[in-house]
């Protein structure tokens, strides 16, 4: 009987840890800003499926086989003016905030980071496994005239990221 118990809050536990941890950098970035200053572009499942239906490149299709998430967000600093108007923080303080989520956000791996005056680039990656393979990637991108994140979940291979960018090429064909 005390064995059973011990299983039973055990799974419990696991339970409500999974729970916690359903929402990926995104959802959390969202959570703290204001809907009508960003865009946001996601891609499900199903979509990242009829993606994989007409690609003949090999190593995007092997990309996109590991993806299981796409989510694009950008907060355009062109509406910087309406927004301070408004006394809303502006971009360059979202690029921050996105900058500081991303520290806090979980034990994650910085692989790229650059600071040069109001550009700011950082990629981390989440939840990685001996296979040089990540669950979650966050690429955060701050420039002059714009704040992007591109948040990428799935078992996803590091070496593979260099085909996010035959992506869009994909998307117009789709």
Known sequence: M???LTCIITLL???SGITGW????????LEQIPKK??????????????????ETNEKLL????????????TVDKQSKRVITINTTPDANYYCDMAMTLARQ???????LGITN????TSLVVFNKTADNKAGEIVFINCDE?????VNIMGNISIGNLGQLSKLSKSFKNL
């Open 2 to 4: 005390k064995r059973i």
């Open 13 to 15: 536990l696991l339970g």
């Open 22 to 29: 359903g929402q990926n950098f995104s959802d959390k970035f």
């Open 37 to 54: 200053i960003v865009s946001v572009a996601t891609v499900n499942s199903s979509m990242i499926e009829a993606l994989k239906k007409g």
């Open 62 to 73: 092997s990309f996109l086989n590991e993806l299981s998430f796409l989510r694009i967000i």
């Open 105 to 111: 956000y979980g034990k994650g791996e910085e692989l």
């Open 117 to 120: 005056g109001e550009h700011q």
């Open 145 to 149: 005239d714009m704040l992007t994140i």
